[in-house]
């Protein structure tokens, strides 16, 4: 994220479609089954959003949540700011 962060133009953005936290209990249990299979574990506890702020993403939000036999899949916006002239 920070690689994407440093190469980004000022005033772009990144969108993401990744695993969310579960939005519901069967997604809950999906979950718990695809954590073992994949790297998921911070993605499912909902941590993507403080990650891309913590790399310096100024804007970010979950535009969109889809329930997939998967699990939840999250689409995030992340916008980098523009710079002073």
Do not use: W
Not at 26 to 55: C, F
């Amino acid at each position: 994220l920070k690689e994407v962060f440093r190469v980004l133009c000022p005033g772009g953005e990144l969108l993401i479609v990744d695993f969310g936290k579960p939005s519901n209990a069967t997604m809950y249990l999906i979950s718990l089954v695809m954590q073992r299979l994949e790297e998921t574990q911070d993605l499912i506890k909902g941590l993507l959003p403080e990650m891309l702020r913590s790399v310096g993403f100024d804007l970010v939000e979950e535009l969109a949540r889809y329930t997939t036999i998967f699990g939840t899949i999250s689409l995030y916006q992340a916008r980098k700011h523009d710079e002073v002239q």
